[in-house]
RNA sequence: GUCUCCGUAGCUCAGCUGGAUAGAGCAACGCCCUUCUAAGGCGUGGGUCAUAGGUUCGAAUCCUAUCGGGGACGCCA
């Protein structure tokens, strides 16, 4: 359509390259451009206007495009596509790979987890997971290679502490002999974590245990890989419940391999030096809004920092995969911080690629502060699915039989739909009763649409005829229409909630066709055509979906 | 103090690469199941798009300032 007004324009002596838009008139779309032209060429937008709508009526073309194109001043040209336009389009979308999004061919590092090794995953994790994973799957959807990883925090103060008090707990054992489990973990650290704040003397031991066991000593990591299989077990059975996947099970420890060979790099190349005892990367440049304090690589005690496990994260990323970019799916919050790493390593030319900081808002509660349980502390991941999942079984009687998986799957979608459909840099409320929700712009919402639709159609893979047969119809044929270039935008801003939104519109105009048309009873071509639309429209719901991390129940 | 994100209906949010009369969901009220799943559909009410300027034929959208809120700001992660 954008070929033939070009054609048109230049006809008629302009040299413009259009932009279709869509409507929110009666009209399909718009081309605005008049207003454009009546300045280059002094001419009014009227005029012009009424000349490009006389020219696309008289050519040859017409009806192969559009039912009506008119004006409308001061300076709109509206249109309305054919039938024919709308099937032949739908027609070739149907054909195309990836619903006719464009594919791309980079490597694509996504680290987007962050949870600390000894301490169960919380709320506050829950957003990196949904959206990360998103954004990987619409990554790798594009064709990119994509690595996921989930860049634990595995050998900081908290495993100094655990270390500390398993010690204590276990006196006069071979550490290779000490035998504890989960329980006792998620016991510890709280209890550590309490002890170390009020006590200076425990405080400075856990300080020491974990700078040894960064150096490399060989007792304390036998204890540290006794914490970090169970722990990490755990977390990984919390992400699989969630569908998120990370090809990478990394984390800060990975990182501190990597120090011997980069800290000589970084220093060969001019970029550290010293300031107070401390190691340090001036990061500041011409152009700064602000003071951008230097990033801080060793500090004056000797113990590295978790700017240096970042670089030295890269470090590895760099040897292993060689990515075109590193994207970060991390709060908010550490948006200068990346800002610092960002440039220390541009600064250093330790790696060339693309780095990408997406910081999501934080999640608040009810009252828009931070979110804590009413006893002040942060809510268990794990203890969030279980209450959402009792609010979705009270909500009716059915709901009690249900098959686990299926339930499962719609705890799934409840969690993440609610989530993604907000664009993520803004603070999110984390309203429980929303979780609740199923009824409206939910992931249970689509998921019903899917059902419903998929138990009116059979298989069915007929060339679609040039008829519409309804204003339902139509409208069902011109959303699916738009799919492409959602996941292209979702992909290019690295944003789910595009897909999220669209995900929602297009069950609403298919629940409007529901609503409106009967399927049964249909023979010929309008049976085959409808349904070759509404598979379709299954199968971009469901790709769609997929690509948010929500998959489908077999009933509900 | 500096930087940064944000301020759209009672609540939660879309819309922001400028287009015509600003959209959803929830909540409120009304209607639609002897007809493919009512976890649905239809309708009504509800807005000085924080405020004030500016740019523009045209501003929720771009620029500036102000007010209000979140966040960050060298040896934590």
Redesign the pocket.
């Known amino acids: 359509m954008e070929k033939l007004f070009n054609k048109i324009f230049k006809q008629l002596g302009y040299d413009n390259n259009t932009k279709i838009?869509k409507?929110?008139?009666d009209?399909d779309f718009?081309c605005?451009?008049c207003?454009?032209l009546?300045?280059i060429y002094h001419k009014s937008?009227m005029a012009i206007g009424e000349e490009v709508v006389k020219a696309l009526q008289e050519d040859a073309d017409f009806e192969k495009y559009f039912k009506e194109v008119s004006f409308?001043?001061?300076?709109?040209?509206?249109i309305k596509v054919s039938d024919m336009y709308i099937c032949t389009k739908l027609k070739e979308l149907i054909k195309k790979e990836i619903l006719g999004a464009t594919k791309e061919n980079n490597m694509i590092v996504i680290d987007y987890g962050g949870p600390?090794v000894a301490k169960p995953l919380h709320v506050g994790h829950l957003r990196s997971a949904v959206i990360g994973q998103a954004i990987n799957n619409i990554l790798k959807f594009k064709g990119n290679k994509t690595v996921g990883d989930v860049h634990l925090?595995d050998i900081?103060?908290q495993m100094g502490q655990v270390i500390y008090a398993i010690i204590q707990d276990f006196p006069n054992q071979n550490y290779e002999d000490i035998e504890f489990d989960l329980d006792y973990l998620n016991v510890v650290y709280p209890k550590m974590s309490a002890l170390c704040k009020e006590n200076e003397a425990v405080r400075t031991k856990c300080a020491q245990i974990t700078k040894d066991l960064q150096d490399g000593d060989p007792n304390y990591q036998i204890l540290w890989k006794k914490i970090w299989d169970i722990s990490v077990g755990d977390i990984k059975r919390i992400y699989d419940y969630l569908d998120v996947h990370f090809d990478l099970w990394y984390g800060?420890s990975h990182a501190y391999k990597q120090f011997s060979e980069m800290i000589p790099f970084l220093e060969k190349q001019g970029v550290v030096r010293e300031?107070?005892?401390?190691k340090?990367i001036d990061v500041k440049e011409d152009g700064d809004?602000?003071?951008l304090?230097?990033l801080?690589l060793?500090?004056?005690?000797g113990?590295y920092?978790?700017?240096t496990?970042d670089l030295g994260t890269i470090w590895q990323r760099v040897k292993d995969f060689h990515p075109d970019t590193i994207i970060y799916v991390v709060d908010?919050?550490?948006?200068?911080?990346f800002v610092q790493v960002f440039r220390a390593t541009k600064k250093s030319h330790m790696y060339e690629g693309g780095l990408e900081h997406y910081g999501f808002?934080?999640m608040?509660g009810?009252d828009?502060?931070?979110f804590k349980t009413r006893s002040g502390g942060a809510l268990k991941l794990e203890d969030l699915i279980k209450q959402v999942q009792q609010s979705?079984i009270d909500?009716?009687e059915?709901?009690k039989d249900?098959d686990q998986d299926d339930l499962d799957k719609?705890i799934n979608a409840i969690i993440k739909f609610a989530d993604l459909?907000?664009?993520l840099?803004?603070?999110?409320?984390f309203?429980i009763k929303?979780f609740s929700?199923?009824?409206?712009?939910?992931g249970?919402?689509i998921l019903?649409?899917y059902?419903?639709i998929?138990?009116?159609i059979s298989k069915n893979n007929s060339e679609l005829s040039n008829a519409i047969y309804s204003e339902t119809d139509r409208a069902l044929r011109l959303k699916l229409l738009e799919v492409s270039e959602i996941i292209d935008?979702a992909a290019r801003e690295r944003?789910p909630?595009?897909i999220a939104?669209y995900l929602?519109d297009l069950?609403?105009v298919a629940?409007?066709f529901?609503?409106?048309?009967?399927?049964?009873g249909l023979t010929g071509t309008e049976k085959d055509d409808l349904e070759v639309v509404l598979n379709f429209n299954n199968k971009v719901i469901k790709t769609l979906l997929s690509l948010l991390g929500i998959s489908i129940p077999k009933?509900?």
């Open positions: 838009i409507s929110n008139k009209a718009q605005d451009d207003f454009k009546a300045k937008p409308a001043a001061p300076g709109f040209i509206n600390n925090g900081g103060t800060e300031d107070a005892g401390a340090i809004k602000f003071d304090p230097p801080m060793q500090k004056s005690d113990a920092l978790y700017a496990s908010a919050r550490q948006s200068m911080y808002g934080t608040n009810t828009n502060k931070p979705f909500l009716r059915e709901n249900m719609i459909q907000n664009d840099e803004r603070n999110y409320i309203d929303k929700e199923v009824n409206g712009k939910t249970p919402y019903y649409t059902l419903r998929n138990k009116i935008q944003k909630h595009y939104n929602y069950s609403v629940n409007n529901y609503q409106n048309n009967k399927m049964v009933a509900m």
